[in-house]
């Protein structure tokens, strides 16, 4: 692990019967920074995803964070100790507020037990009061405090994106990996989940994406990462993945 990388992916592979999803792929991401996994369906992406998130569990290899070795966490340890993931499909639990769909994940952080919250103690009411008006503060910085009390399942689309992300973030993640965060958005939609995630960035928290708008991956992503049939196939910043020959050969030959 490099020792700057609050995310290390140490030759970490993955597979489905005689299908090798994974293979092999080693990549840090920086304190700090915004890296893009891209490459065409099939490529090991969203295995790779779920395998840092604890979906499922590396054949070899090593996940680690922040110094921490996730290999056996279940999710909501590591969601516990700084992971956060937004999915391509929005989950969300039906019949409940906007604001009480985010505030399920950051009960995570609830220190009173269970006896405190039976009784609803004092001690239960202040952190409960302090966990509603975070996930009031997230929600303004997404854009839906104004729906905070409505059903979740009366969202539009990119509402219910914007709701992923305000759950991710509701948990102070030290990492957030956003999974197709813009699929399915308008035009305004998009550029205004991009500023959310560059505003997430300057705050401090590492961002680790899978997108295939590639106009949007040049122009928002510090460094990317290439993946081919389950490998990593190019690393680099921006300008230098523009002109990798296999990168563009992967791409049928287009530019990206």
Not at 161 to 169: S, W
Not at 223 to 241: L, S, T, W
Request: proline share 3%; with cysteine; aromatic share 4%.
């Amino acid at each position: 692990m490099a020792g700057d990388a609050v995310l290390s992916i140490e030759s970490i592979s993955k597979s489905f019967g005689g299908l090798r999803a994974v293979s092999e792929v080693s990549f840090d991401v920086r304190p700090g920074a915004i890296k893009a996994v891209i490459g065409p369906n099939g490529a090991g992406k969203s295995t790779l995803f779920n395998l840092i998130t604890g979906l499922e569990s590396p054949l070899s290899g090593r996940i680690v964070m922040d110094g921490c070795i996730l290999n056996g966490l279940k999710p909501n340890r590591r969601a516990a100790l700084g992971m956060g993931r937004t999915f391509q499909t929005p989950q969300v639990f039906e019949g409940m507020s906007v604001l009480d769909n985010v505030l399920v994940g950051r009960h995570l952080h609830a220190t009173s037990g269970w006896l405190d919250a039976l009784a609803y103690t004092g001690r239960s009411r202040r952190e409960e009061a302090a966990m509603r008006e975070h996930c009031l503060e997230v929600l303004e910085k997404v854009g839906l405090a104004d729906r905070a009390h409505e059903d979740a399942a009366d969202l539009a689309c990119g509402q219910l994106k914007l709701l992923e992300m305000a759950r991710a973030l509701a948990l102070d993640p030290k990492v957030v990996l956003l999974d197709e965060f813009t699929a399915g958005l308008t035009h305004q939609e998009t550029g205004h989940m991009m500023d959310i995630v560059r505003g997430v960035r300057d705050e401090g928290v590492t961002v680790l994406l899978v997108e295939h708008d590639m106009h949007l991956v040049m122009n928002l992503s510090d460094e990317i990462v290439v993946m081919n049939f389950g490998q990593k196939i190019a690393e680099g910043p921006p300008e230098e993945i523009q002109r990798d020959e296999r990168v563009i050969e992967v791409y049928l030959g287009t530019e990206i």
